[in-house]
């Protein structure tokens, strides 16, 4: 039925995501759950969701521990002593969506074969339920937040760094300001007041979303800036003179310093990567869980990808955006990020996306696979999507696996290069949509 995306169920409230989907998923997992915790972002689904997931998770007899407003990494964090996790999150999509996303006690999303078993129960309706005195029971658990703050703590050191921090009106304003100030950081945050209109901007991290956060970096003259998405699973950073620093350059500078031996990273990621980490590099599929799944099967010493997540297994399997915050400031606090920059390779990455009816997913699908076999290159590889390997440089185009959206980008050494195979792949894909 195609429940579960890259990164857990998502979809917009009370049309593909509803109550009655939430509740059949608490039935489902909680089945095989004695205990759970469970958290929400500042989504204005996020209290009527969690009511729903705590019924169904309490019927199947499941106790379920409520953390209320967190992040989903400290939610991740919560779920160490539990069976499970439960965090009702869309994370960096618009307003309008809600979703549920499932965390093992590691820290690791559910994976594939978790993610089927809670699919196959859903559709088939088929619950195990508890008896009317079995069943489970609601408690509070006001202490997650301050669990996870003594774990970050535990393993960065000090900066004593002015910081400008944009907690993108969800959780995040709970914790990230409070980590850094307790490492000596002075931190000023902007559009810290949870909100699940995201007045400030749009929940996703981009460069364009962020000039508010420049502006504040520069006028301020701080030393970095701090940027989350909805549900701070995802960072990226501003540098001391106002510069996005996200993406492949940010996964550069976090696996160049904790990846010793093996790295793990997502098809799309730069191949700046290959010219500037030492480490054995690995490449999977788009989506923290495939990370997290190949980041504990390698043993690899850090995790990411492009777009904000970043996972370090001597911590947790969550990607945490706060801790990639924390330790970000550690490293900034003995280098301008600003100086460290121009030791990062940089080549030209052309990045474009367009919609389609998710109905027409798998026709879409079967077009695309067919375009982009007739393009001349050296490699086709279909790991996820259609990664096209040329010479001096590479194409990948997929399906998002959160909104109904083909996503294609290009990269090589020089910018006409990069161009020229993105006018190759646009072609197709624009072709396949017909």
Known sequence: MGLFGSSGVRGIVNKEFTPELAADIGMAVGGSAKCAAIGNDSRTSGPMIEAAVCSGMMAAGCEVFVAGLVTTPTLAEAARTMNCGVMITAS????????????NPDGSGFGVAQSKAVEKLVGAKK??????????????????????????LAGVGTAKLKVVVDCANGPASTITPIVL??????????????????????????DENLSDLKHAVVAMKADIGIAHDGDADRMVAVDDKGVFF??????????????????????????????????????????????????????????????????FPDQTYCPDGILAAARLCEMVSKSRLSETRKKIPSYPILRSAVSFDAKDKASVLKRLEKGMGSID?????????????????????????????????????????????????????KEALK
Request: charged share 30%.
């Open 246 to 311: 996200g993406g492949d350059q940010l996964l550069a500078l976090f696996a160049k310093r904790y990846a010793k031996k093996r790295l793990v990273v997502t098809v799309d990621a730069s191949m700046a990567i290959d010219d500037y980490v030492d480490a054995k590099i690995i490449r999977t599929r788009v989506g923290d869980v495939f990370v997290s799944e190949e980041v504990k099967k390698a043993k690899a010493e850090f995790g990411g990808e492009p777009s904000g997540t970043w996972i």
């Open 92 to 103: 960096h999509n618009p307003p309008s969506y809600g979703g549920i996303k499932l965390w």
């Open 181 to 206: 100030q307790r490492m000596g950081c002075k931190a000023i945050t902007i559009n810290s007041n949870p909100d699940g209109h995201f007045p400030g901007r749009s929940p996703e991290p981009s």
């Open 127 to 152: 619950f195990k339920l508890a008896t009317w005195d079995k069943v489970g029971r609601r408690h509070p658990l006001p202490e997650a937040v301050d669990n996870h703050i003594h774990r970050i």
């Open 377 to 429: 290159c050296d490699e086709l590889l279909t790991l996820d999507g259609f990664r096209l390997q040329f010479e001096d440089g590479w194409a990948l185009v997929r399906p998002s696996g959160t909104e109904p959206k083909i996503r294609f980008l290009a990269e090589a050494r020089n910018e006409p290069r990069a161009k020229e195979i993105m006018g190759m792949v646009s072609r197709k894909v």
